[in-house]
């Protein structure tokens, strides 16, 4: 029930219910003896506290424990306001698909990519994209991995997407969009890998069933496909028990 409302709600709701849980506190004399760095730390806890009971993505439970801190603290400091201009620029630029698809901006590891490596072909040409590629450096291990590869990254964050087309610029055989995904054409590729959140995969496995061809491979990182069970899975030796989730179309 909580998880069908939408996290930028609940995230709001949480630092809501903490701001109002310690002012009645301090109100009723329950924190008579708090500082007011101490009640601005409290209110982080109780924001985080929040969050967890309203199932809040684990990334976020940090963000909850120090948004108000972190304005109290840039309060105090009276920091020149270019400098809030410049934080949110970047924030922007790093983390716009968090809001456009729900997709927060995980990478995957170079132990993940050498194992999706050996589930492509070494002899025979083949097409593979990443959807959210981030910085490239999946696509830069596979290149290297497999020579008979096509390698595509498309990505809507602006900032790793214009980082990642410099990285890759002299890999002949891989190269990044920026762009949004929805809109790619998944008939193209034999190989789709995608590591998300869960809430596009629903969505994203029913643009695989009517795109992708016959006998082509759709690989999730962790992320499952709710109702529909993999052709195989991988459990994966990061430390993260990570695994990946393989469908033969």
Known sequence: MVEALPVWFRAVL?????????????????????????????????????????????????IQALFVPAIAVSWRLNLPPV????????????????????VPFYLTDRETWLAVSELLPRNAAFKFIDLGCGWGGGLAVLAGQCKSGEFRGVESAPLPALLGRFRLRNEKNCRIRFGDFWTEDLGRFDVVYAFLSPAPMPRLWRKARKEMRPGSLFISNTFEVPGVEPDQTLILRDGRAAKLLIWRM
Do not use: C, D, H
């Not at 400098?83 to 729900?102: D, I, K, Q, T």
């Open 83 to 102: 400098l809030y201009l410049a934080g949110f620029v970047l924030m922007w630029l790093v983390f716009r698909s968090n809001l456009r698809e729900r």
């Open 14 to 62: 949480s630092q809501l219910l903490a701001i109002l849980g310690t002012f009645l506190l301090l109100k009723s004399g329950g924190l008579f003896w708090a500082s007011l760095g101490f009640a601005v730390a409290f209110e982080g806890l109780l924001a985080m506290a929040f969050g967890w009971m309203l199932r809040l993505p684990y990334w976020w439970l940090p």
